[in-house]
């Protein structure tokens, strides 16, 4: 609550502002970038034919605790609501006026004890003006409002879709008495997500924000590996960076640090293997972590020997991915096939590899039976965003999903254009069970040689993930040079790192019980 005069007696940080940020070291976002986003889709709706009466309704996300205890999950809101709106609160619903572009918020209508709980109530008017909207209503007063929206004829356009990733559908909007609304969810979510396939300027801007911050955290953990330590430690010091120096409270995804073999488990880490091996000397790492920032994802994997001095093998394998990633960024352009660029790394790959004699035999002759997806099981990159596999991959218009191995896991097969963001990460692994039926599959095995394929076996892998936006002749790199790349600037990098102190873990539950 306010004192008597309505001026807040305890203002929050980013009170009476109309823009984000997390502090004067961090990236200021105007809540213009959410306005664009209204008129982009508005047009796009305009041009199918929709306008007097066609309200969009998009419903925000809802507080979760920890299953059936009342501690509260940190609230992230859903993304199509947040890239129209960029309310951070839970319990929020948006309308946009199709004809007019008018857009109106509704937020909860808090009890008086939140303020005691939560903190200070804002007003809509407050909401209004931080959030830069025509008006900001209560959720309970939605039907109303929307009804004066639609008119008696018009039609409420819902979100309903499924995401080609995860296989889950969307959140749809529903409220207390929209069964009296003419309701259509058939076409909003495949308009809305094409939408966010392109970004703007400004959610450009957000990106390279969020990649520069986790460039520089990638870099941190460079400097302060030391082999003996635990792989969760150098996650730590990648969360401490991002979100200290940063303002990312959160990541993408589930952090990946893999050392040693288990470098060659494309998404290690999760919470049945949860970046718990010692580093060892000798190992190699493939770190893959992404600051998120306004909801904003970053995912960049930096791979690099643990004691900070390539070995021979770590070399030819890591400059293997190296040229195919080269390959790529210099190919890729508007009009351009994602599924020829995923080809030609696998080529670049096995060219390498063919000079290296891990394969040996003809290079076409390979590509005809898909060699490269024995060591590159996974898609070349993929679109990203406010979702770390961002949205759009497979919409109805646009190539579906191919089949092959490797090229199935592609999150999408579309033609790239201009401001497009996408990850460009090729990787070489050494997995057991694909080396074992690539070994039994005589088409493949030919071009195997045995005894490099046994020495490699426990090598783990690398991968290379950049973060790029389409431009109109090429690409842009998030990061810009920021994430040392060759072989001679990553020990270059660690070299200048082992000059400095790094923390010992003092606090041992364990040794205080043994005392
Ligand atoms: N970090 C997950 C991915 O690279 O797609
Ligand atoms: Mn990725
Ligand atoms: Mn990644």
Redesign the pocket.
């Known amino acids: 609550m306010a004192a008597k005069d309505n001026k807040p007696t305890c203002p929050s940080y980013n009170d009476g502002a109309a823009y984000f940020d997390m502090g004067e070291h961090t990236l200021r976002i105007p809540m213009s970038l959410h306005t664009e986003n209204r008129r982009r889709l508005q047009e796009r709706l305009k041009a199918r034919g929709l306008g007097g009466g066609d309200v969009v309704l998009l419903q925000g996300g809802s507080d979760s605790t920890r299953y059936s205890g009342d501690a509260d999950n940190v609230f992230q809101q859903e993304p199509y609501f947040h890239w129209a709106f960029g309310a951070l609160e839970p319990g929020w619903y948006g309308a946009l006026d199709v004809a007019s572009g008018r857009a109106v918020l509704f937020c909860p209508r808090l009890p008086e004890e939140y303020a005691t709980w939560m903190g200070r109530i804002r007003t809509p008017q407050e909401y209004r003006q931080r959030l830069q909207v025509d008006e900001v209503r209560y959720v309970d007063e939605i039907a109303d409002v929307l009804r004066e929206m639609t008119g008696q004829a018009g039609t409420l356009h819902t979100l309903r879709g499924v995401n080609t990733d995860s296989g889950k559908t969307t959140l749809e909007a529903a409220f207390d008495g929209i069964s009296r609304f003419n309701v259509n969810n058939t076409l909003l979510h495949d308009e809305i997500a094409e939408c966010r396939v392109y970004k703007t300027k400004a959610e450009i801007e957000v990106l390279r924000f969020a990649t520069r911050v986790s460039a520089a955290a990638h870099c941190s953990v460079m400097r302060k590996i030391r082999p003996g330590m635990k792989e969760y430690q150098l996650e730590a010091i990648f969360q401490y960076h991002s979100y200290y120096h940063g303002g990312c409270r959160h990541q993408g ?1 589930t952090n ?1 640090c893999g050392s040693g073999c288990n470098a060659a488990t494309l998404h290690y880490g999760h919470a049945g293997d949860p970046n718990l091996r010692t580093v060892g000397e000798t190992d190699i790492c493939l770190f ?3 600051a998120e920032y306004y909801g904003y994802t970053s ?3 930096c791979s690099f020997p643990a004691n900070g001095k390539f070995s021979n093998d770590q070399k030819l394998i890591y400059n293997a991915v190296l040229k195919a990633s080269k390959a790529v960024m210099a190919a890729v352009r508007p009009g351009v096939s994602w599924v020829e660029m995923h080809r030609l790394a696998y080529r670049m790959m096995l060219e390498a590899l063919k000079e290296g004699g891990v394969v040996q035999g003809d290079v076409d002759k390979m590509m005809e039976v898909n060699l490269g997806s024995v060591f590159m099981p996974h898609g070349l990159g993929h679109l990203m965003g406010l979702d ?1 596999h961002d949205v759009g991959g497979y919409l109805e218009q646009y190539p579906p999903r191919p089949t092959p191995a490797g090229f199935r896991s592609l999150r999408t097969a579309r033609t790239l254009e201009e401001n497009m963001v996408l ?1 460009i ?1 090729p990787g070489c692994y050494f997995i057991d069970h694909l080396l074992d039926q690539a070994l039994a599959n005589p088409e493949q095995a030919q071009f195997l040689v045995p005894e490099a394929i046994a020495r490699f076996r426990g090598f783990g892998g690398v ?1 290379i ?1 950049d973060d790029i936006v389409i431009t109109a002749d090429g690409m842009e790199d998030l990061a810009g040079d920021t994430i040392p790349r060759t072989v001679e600037e990553i020990e270059a990098l660690m070299a200048e790192g082992q000059q400095e102190e790094v923390l010992v873990p003092q606090l041992h539950a364990q040794q205080k019980l043994d005392q």
């Open positions: 995804y990946i893959d972590m992404g995912d960049i994997t770390v990850t990460e991968r993930e």
